[in-house]
């Protein structure tokens, strides 16, 4: 994925791409939106660029991804530029709690 995004920015000029392991997401102060015909949709003009990257790759990625708006769901957090904050479900947080526990537990003796 690391080539493709160096492709991304360098190549094709993508600007303020970032990634985490396979996933792609970046910004846009004013989205111009532009249709990406495979998916019958409309969507910022970055993230329809890098999507016809992919196709001339062929590379797989489906719609259930290409998601864009001022707040998203991205590796898991929920991040909201507007209100400056960043957060993870109840669920993450409580399965998170949990992992640290059973780590910190002395009691037994897997260490």
């Not at 409309?42 to 660029?49: F, H, M």
Request: net charge negative; proline share 5%; aromatic share 12%.
């Amino acid at each position: 994925m690391a080539l493709v995004v160096w492709i991304a920015i360098s190549i094709k000029r993508i600007e303020d791409l970032l990634h985490y392991m396979d996933d792609a997401f970046g910004f846009e102060m004013d989205p111009i939106l532009d249709y990406y015909e495979p998916y019958n949709k409309y969507y910022p003009k970055k993230q329809v660029s890098l999507l016809r990257l992919w196709d001339e790759l062929n590379l797989p990625h489906n719609i259930k991804k290409q998601e864009f708006g001022s707040s998203l769901v991205i590796i898991g957090f929920h991040v909201d530029p507007s209100c400056m904050s960043l957060s993870i479900p109840l669920s993450a947080r409580e399965e998170l709690v949990t992992a640290i526990r059973l780590f910190l537990d002395t009691s037994s003796s897997r260490r």
